[in-house]
């Protein structure tokens, strides 16, 4: 990227070019390209020429200049994760992180998000080894699952607030069925902008440690470890040497109904189970709640 100083009366020009620039600000180079961007400095004359790659300062003034509710916004964010005023911050990532692919089919979270999926997995995978560094290496991937399952981000996603700050198409907006998805997506992003400034987990685990904690204590009280298809397919297997059978029916037309759809869990020509939901997945793990609790009890009373 080329920054032009030109010196001119009454002041000096300062303009963009946009040779040479750098992927990671695709996001600023494009805003201030729409907006034409300039500023004057009054009385001053002299002409230079810097190339340079933009840094975090810089990116930061623009943002702070351009949209500063933007900004105070994101640091509001920060802040709700516990993050002190001052830390260095890779701004332009993290509004990446927060633009959803219809907002933007180029500059949007997809990349960072996959990042942030292996950054979620390293955070989990510290964690549990510091609390059970005596459990078996299985058990530990099993609970990691569900602690970076996309159920269990979104539910962290929302508990900060996280969809007020994501910038999403009024038409995405409106899939209830992909909100999960979206949140999701978006707090994976947000924890790879957050490791991409730092290179570390420092502003990550302090306030994420707790979120996991809690729940990793509440899967492993959970015999089924919140995954009761899979818990109820072992269960069988071991039990009747076969695997349930799922039937799942369309029960309300409209597109966003909680209970949009109804599922059955048959095993050797009976009915075990059945749940709702707003999706096939969600009512058919509905249904093996059902049929694993009521099989569980039958293992009790015999």
Request: glycine share 4%; charged share 25%; hydrophobic share 45%.
């Amino acid at each position: 990227m080329a920054i032009v100083m030109s010196g001119t009366e009454p002041g000096l020009c300062l303009t963009l070019s946009l040779s040479n620039f750098y992927a990671n600000c695709k996001f600023s180079i494009r805003f201030l390209t729409r907006l034409n961007f300039k500023v004057e400095i009054p009385r001053v004359k002299f002409s230079i020429f810097i190339n340079f790659k933009v840094n975090f300062l810089l990116i930061n003034f623009l943002m702070t200049l351009l949209y500063p509710q933007r900004q105070r916004e994101l640091q509001k964010l920060l802040q709700k994760l516990g993050l002190p005023d001052g830390i260095s911050i890779r701004w332009e990532l993290l509004e990446l992180a927060l633009t959803h692919p219809s907002v933007s089919g180029e500059a949007n979270y997809e990349q960072l998000e996959f990042t942030g999926d292996a950054v979620v997995r390293l955070a989990a995978a510290e964690l549990l080894m510091e609390l059970y560094p005596q459990e078996k290496v299985g058990e530990l991937a099993t609970i990691r699952s569900v602690l970076v399952s996309d159920r269990t981000l979104a539910e962290i996603a929302e508990g900060y607030g996280l969809e007020r700050y994501l910038l999403v198409s009024a038409s995405a907006a409106g899939d209830i069925t992909g909100k999960e998805s979206r949140l999701a997506d978006a707090f994976e992003a947000i924890l790879a902008a957050l490791y991409l400034s730092t290179h570390n987990l420092d502003l990550i685990r302090p306030w994420l440690d707790p979120e996991f904690k809690q729940r990793s204590e509440e899967i492993r009280k959970d015999p089924a470890r919140h995954n009761y298809k899979d818990a109820l397919q072992e269960l069988t297997q071991v039990r009747y040497k076969i695997l349930p059978e799922y039937r799942v029916f369309e029960t309300h037309r409209e597109h966003y109904h909680p209970d949009r759809f109804t599922a059955e869990v048959w095993l050797l020509g009976e009915l075990k189970g059945n749940g709702t939901g707003r999706s096939k997945k969600a009512a058919e793990q509905a249904a093996a709640k059902v049929a694993f609790l009521a099989l569980r009890e039958l293992d009790v009373a015999q």
